[in-house]
């Protein structure tokens, strides 16, 4: 094979770009730039953290099912690891974006990380909406009767009908958080290329 | 025996309280997160953060 026919595989020309953008030094950094000591920035990492726990809490409550998160002193203990990773997940994250609006996060050709943000959190709000009318509980129900009226109004309702549990367990624990998970890992890595958005510039006073 | 000290500090038994101001109505506990976002985010803007230097020292 010539190596003009090599340069034009999609294989070499994909892992060369892969390379360009985030060399192993860019994807795992030995240090950060001074103004990222601030509060502030551990909200985005905290928000990843808590994805985590929610992610391994709902693998178990996956495998031992409803019988036993309703009535087990250890099922109702991962049940409430779930929710409560879930509470920290959404606290951290409405802070994470408020810091990013803040400080204009989306300069310098960080839009994508931004519209994949909002993306996520629109996502996540979906996955804890259809957690919520999953619990196979009066919650649920009454959740799920609230709306129904809302939602079939929208049209949604003739794919995406809530009073449909075995529906709504799919996308909760299959759809959507493939899709959150998939748009964090974008994020992030995204994060990761173009490295931690500089703060604005101080207007330095002449001294 | 902690979960019910826990349960004695707020009742969760009965209908929820709202906080209603002309068209808003909202629970007070969504009005209680809410509020401790607020409080955590300018929190995270102020708090020194541990092992920085300060402006004058790097000067
Ligand atoms: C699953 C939810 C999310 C996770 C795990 C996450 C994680 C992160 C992490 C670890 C960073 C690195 C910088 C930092 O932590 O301050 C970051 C940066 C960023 N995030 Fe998020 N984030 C999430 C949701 C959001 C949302 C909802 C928005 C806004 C709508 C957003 C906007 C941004 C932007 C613009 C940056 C880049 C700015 C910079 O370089 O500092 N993120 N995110």
């Not at chain 1, 030094?25 to 990492?45: C, N």
């Not at chain 1, 996956?62 to 929710?83: E, T």
């Not at chain 1, 759809?175 to 510039?201: N, Q, S």
């Amino acid at each position: 094979m010539s190596s003009t026919e090599i340069d034009r595989q999609w294989t070499t020309r994909l892992r060369r770009r892969a390379a360009r953008r985030l060399p192993p030094e860019k994807m795992l950094p030995d240090t950060q730039p001074a103004y990222v000591a601030s509060w502030i920035y551990v909200f985005g990492v905290t928000t990843l953290s808590a994805l985590a726990v929610v992610i391994l809490s709902g693998f178990i409550l996956a495998l031992k099912g409803p019988q036993w998160w309703h009535v087990s002193g250890i099922g109702h203990f991962v049940n409430s690891l779930h929710l409560w990773s879930v509470e920290i997940f959404f606290f951290a994250m409405v802070i994470h974006l408020w810091g990013k609006f803040f400080m204009a996060a989306w300069r310098g050709g960080r839009s994508l990380t931004w519209v994949t943000g909002v993306v996520t959190f629109l996502t996540s709000i979906a996955t804890a909406f259809t957690g919520y009318v999953s619990q196979t509980n009066f919650d649920s129900q009454w959740i799920s009767t609230q709306a129904k009226d809302g939602i079939n109004s929208t049209g949604a309702g003739s794919f995406f009908n809530v009073l449909n549990f075995g529906q709504m367990l799919m996308w909760h624990i299959v759809l959507l958080p493939l899709v959150a998970v998939i748009l964090t890992g974008l994020h992030v890595l995204m994060v990761r290329a173009k490295g931690v958005v500089p703060p604005f510039e101080e207007k330095v006073e002449a001294r | 025996m902690a979960g019910s000290l826990l349960a004695a500090l707020v009742s969760l038994d009965g209908a929820g309280h709202y906080f209603h101001w002309h068209w808003i109505d909202i629970s007070y506990a969504n009005l209680t997160v809410i509020a401790l976002m607020v409080v955590t985010f300018v929190a995270a803007l102020f708090v020194p953060f541990p092992g920085r230097r300060s402006k004058k020292e790097t000067k």
